[in-house]
């Protein structure tokens, strides 16, 4: 499903229903049948239904947006086998603590940002009339060791360009798990028509920097002094790739 797409509803309870939950990100099952306000044999048809077309997922009580962005890959590597795939709310509290381990030895303030994100809404998958983002998770027996992201404006001039965030542990790098979930990310977003992924990166970081150069990004621009780290002005690199 490409994100800017939206659903169809046969009817105004449904379409309801979906709304709500896609506002707040995720929504606990009573709160929504009481904003729905009808009986509850009718909020259960129609949420049976919205489940049953992959509008809507519930885990435990809570419901949420249904997103399905993809497969499931596996890969050797030197540091073991490696799973790739789409990020599921199960993986939260996994993929916020990657995301604070790279950003805590590194500067990379859009990774931060993300994860504040998260932790805001509360919820991996996000699908809205203003935005979606993705997450991808690379595994290692279970546990999240890396991810790659994008956001997904839904604004007509930026429909076709998406920001993507990638990162792995420092424990597992250099065993290509950054490149493979660079590359799956990069495909999904070939596969649903963006023509450009951009990053935005300190000046500073140059092991990020070096690694989107050595797979074909280029400097699109620099913002001079944009970011205070450590109390000191740093320039922002933006990054592009072409599709």
Known sequence: MRAPERPTFDDEVSKEIYQ????????ARHR?????????????????QLKTRGYLEEEGGTLRVALEVG??????????????????????EGLVDTIRDVTETESYVVAET???????????SRHTTVESRVFFVATMEGSVIGWTHLDLPHTAKL????????????DYRNAGIGSR????GLEWAEANGYR???????????TALSFLESHGWHTEGIR????????????????????
């Open 20 to 27: 709500y939950i896609e506002r707040h990100g995720t929504a």
């Open 32 to 48: 929504v049948r009481d904003a729905a306000a009808v009986s509850p044999e009718q909020f259960q048809d129609h949420l049976e």
């Open 71 to 92: 497969s499931i890959e596996e890969y050797d590597t030197d540091a073991g086998t490696v799973t790739i795939r789409p990020a599921r709310h199960a993986d939260f």
């Open 114 to 124: 993300v994860a504040e994100q998260l932790l805001y809404e509360d919820s991996v």
């Open 159 to 170: 429909q076709d360009t998406a920001q993507l965030t990638v990162g792995v542990r420092p």
């Open 181 to 184: 979930l660079l590359t799956r």
């Open 196 to 206: 450009k992924v951009y990053n935005s990166v300190p000046a500073i970081n140059d």
């Open 224 to 243: 001079k002094n944009h970011y205070t780290i450590d109390g000191d002005h740093v320039d922002e690199v933006l990054m592009a790739y072409r599709i």
